[in-house]
């Protein structure tokens, strides 16, 4: 895996990256768990909770920027373990996009311009479980760093895709039905279209771990 | 990867590997294809490493190796290496400590002959020629194959004769302006002459170590090698007169093929364009720099490359 250098501090700050990673993923989803029931039952407080602990998530990034870093200028890291910095950090940057994602939707519970209807909700309740679901298994992948449970969520991201395509024909639907309520259907679809990149991100994740993983798999 | 034009066959990889349980068990695993990427395949440490992975030869080398072994006595040193050094190219060969990548570099100039008990076998080819064949000058031999050693060691001469020593043996220069142009050319190829030029006539012992070491490369290549052979040429050397040789040996591999064995993985990154891995006397793998260190196929050269076993 990540370790079996001589050098076991090497071994131990490889070890450190990982976990700061895996941190910043329980971190990210908490963030997209908040503003999936942000949205769902239209509660500020809630709202307030994701755009306050942003900072949290971004100051997890930089910490694991840091480390790639430091970790390529002293250790002159190669092959595996140079990839597997590489993809770290990369993972890294999605859970960082998953977090700002979550925040747009946490944005537009706070402007309060609009609550959604029961159909919209539904299908954003739908799309945030698909996607919360799809970051929860990456991060599992990220844990065991398990190729296998990382294609299933890249697999799985298909189905978070469509059902989006779906969600968004409907809601435009609805729209031509009552024009009115223009401004409640685009923030709707911004929402939506969010929770849809969630998904994205948890899968451009899994395809850095399938990565790793390869790796892993042929020192095992 | 490029085949020679040699009847000799480039290694094709193996179908399937045995590789070594900790229990003594083999365990026959399918081989990697080349290309694919994070398949490794390997045997255990210490068990027959098989096939070496990756192209040994190249279009047109100036080195051609087959099939070489050499014993010290009873100790089998170098294990049936078959390995081209290219034109225009830096081979760097590297592994660890007691590998055999110093023993083979001493092959291609015939020093091994100078160690009692040393037995080489196996054909190694000089621009077509077999460099055994007792026909031929080892002397001249080792003017066509020059060596730079670890430790710098200049003649307790004069820097003009360091520089013009090998041509006067060889008759290389008709006159004494030819000497001279000889030498400054030489000593300006290695990086030294404007440093130099107005003390030639000081000893070459008084200069500091990494000019002492470009003294030496100005020495071999005044002599108009076809190959410099380099045995760690850098590790008694400071970061700052490394960076300028490393500089240097990049220039020189425009005129001269170029072998340098060398601990610093970093240094055989930097300065080489394929790079060969030994392993207890074995080839294991060779191929381009890039690649054996972004990509290595075989887990050995994963290991060693990344500091899990030396």
């Known amino acids: 895996m990540l370790e079996g250098h001589i050098s076991k501090s090497f071994d131990g700050e490889l070890a450190g990256m990982h976990i700061r990673v895996l941190e910043m993923g329980g971190l990210a989803l908490d963030q ?6 942000a949205y769902a039952e239209w509660d500020v407080r809630n709202a307030q909770l994701v755009i306050d602990r942003e900072g949290a998530l971004i100051a997890c990034g930089t910490r694991i920027y840091d480390d790639q870093l430091t970790l390529i200028a002293r250790r002159n890291p190669v092959a595996s373990d140079l990839r597997a910095i590489l993809a770290l950090a990369k993972v890294a940057a999605e859970l960082d996009r998953a977090g700002a994602e979550s925040c747009k939707i946490a944005r537009t519970v706070l402007h309060q311009s609009g609550r959604p209807g029961r159909g919209t909700s539904t299908d954003a309740r739908h799309l945030a479980n698909l996607a919360t679901s799809l970051l929860r298994l990456s991060l599992e992948a990220l844990d065991n760093l398990d190729g296998e449970l990382a294609e299933q969520v890249i697999d799985r991201d298909q189905d978070l895709d469509e059902e989006y395509a779906a969600g968004l024909r409907r809601l435009m639907t609805r729209a031509l039905e009552d024009p009115a309520k223009l401004e409640v259907t685009v923030e709707a679809a911004f929402a939506l279209k969010a929770l849809e990149r969630i998904g994205d991100h948890a899968r451009n994740a899994a395809q850095q771990i399938v990565g790793i993983a390869d790796q892993a798999i042929i020192r095992r | 990867m490029n085949e020679s034009s040699q009847s000799f066959a480039s290694s094709p990889a193996p179908a399937v590997v045995a590789a070594a349980q900790s229990d003594g068990r083999l365990n026959l695993r399918p081989a990697g294809r080349p290309g694919t990427a994070g398949r490794l395949d390997g045997a255990g440490i210490g068990q027959s490493i098989g096939q070496t992975i990756g192209t040994v030869t190249v279009v047109d080398p100036v080195f051609s190796c087959r099939n070489v072994d050499v014993h010290y006595g009873s100790k089998h040193a170098i294990k049936g290496v078959s390995l081209d050094v290219g034109k225009k190219e830096v081979l760097a060969m590297i592994g660890p400590s007691g590998c055999g990548k ?32 007792p026909a031929r000058d080892v002397v001249q031999l080792r003017a066509r194959v020059g060596m730079v050693f670890q430790k710098p060691n200049p003649f307790p001469k004069s820097i003009y004769d360091n520089v013009a020593f090998g041509p006067r043996l060889h008759g290389l220069a008709r006159s004494r302006a030819d000497l ?9 190829r290695a990086g030294l002459w404007d440093e130099v030029k107005d003390r030639l006539t000081q000893s ?5 170590g990494g000019q002492q070491q470009r003294l030496c490369i100005a020495r071999t290549i005044a002599v108009k090698p076809h190959v410099i052979l380099m045995d760690e040429p850098c590790s008694a050397l400071d970061p700052i007169a490394t960076a300028r040789i490393e500089d240097l040996i990049d220039e020189l ?17 930097r300065v080489s364009q394929r790079t060969a891995y030994f392993h207890l006397g074995s080839l294991v793998e060779v191929g381009e720099t890039d690649r054996i260190f972004t990509n290595p196929r075989h887990r050995l050269t994963e290991d060693y490359i990344t500091g899990r076993f030396g």
């Open chain 1, 32 to 37: 997209v768990r908040a503003a999936a029931r």
């Open chain 2, 204 to 208: 070459g012992t008084g200069l500091s």
């Open chain 2, 102 to 133: 110093s023993t083979f570099l001493r092959c291609l100039n015939r020093m091994n002959d100078t160690i009692p008990g040393a037995r080489v076998t196996g054909q190694i080819l000089l621009d077509g020629e077999d460099i055994h064949d």
């Open chain 2, 253 to 269: 591999k425009e005129s001269f093929a170029i072998a340098i064995v060398t601990h610093s993985m970093q240094q055989a990154a």
């Open chain 2, 180 to 188: 001279d142009e000889l030498v400054c050319t030489s000593l300006q």
